[in-house]
């Protein structure tokens, strides 16, 4: 069993930038895969970037240049940078990994955080 706890999640100003933080209490090196979903109310979850041990990030078309998804080697988990936040940003944002899958889609994870909110304002 893995355990997620995120942290960084606020309220900012359209424009402005939040990091992110996922602490996973497993080694990186023990996962095949790490990302971020995010899920506004009354919206399916959706998946924002992942992160895999060996190999390139994948960004959503909706973040890609904006947001940077990448390896916290001191606390074992990922960090999530989000620059140029939208008022279309918030949502509650979830850490998820997995040790046998590929975190391609809210079924292909096996573990989530328990999420932290961000909320842009316009």
């Known amino acids: 069993q893995v355990r997620l706890v995120e942290s960084g999640g606020g309220s900012v100003q359209a424009g402005g930038s939040l990091r992110l933080s996922c602490a996973a209490s497993?080694?990186?090196?023990?996962?095949?895969?790490m990302a971020w979903f995010r899920q506004a109310p009354g919206k399916p979850r959706e998946w924002v970037a992942r992160?895999?041990?060996?190999?390139?990030?994948y960004y959503a078309d909706s973040v890609k240049g904006r947001f940077t998804i990448s390896q916290d080697n001191a606390k074992n988990g990922i960090y999530l940078q989000m620059n140029t936040l939208k008022p279309e940003d918030t949502a509650m944002y979830f850490c998820?990994?997995?040790?046998?899958?590929?975190?391609?889609?809210?079924?292909?994870?096996?573990?989530w955080g328990q999420g932290t909110q961000v909320t842009v304002s316009s």
């Open positions: 992160f895999f041990p060996i190999g390139s990030p």
């Open positions: 497993s080694h990186i090196l023990t996962m095949s895969c």
């Open positions: 998820a990994a997995g040790q046998y899958s590929a975190c391609r889609t809210s079924s292909d994870v096996e573990y």
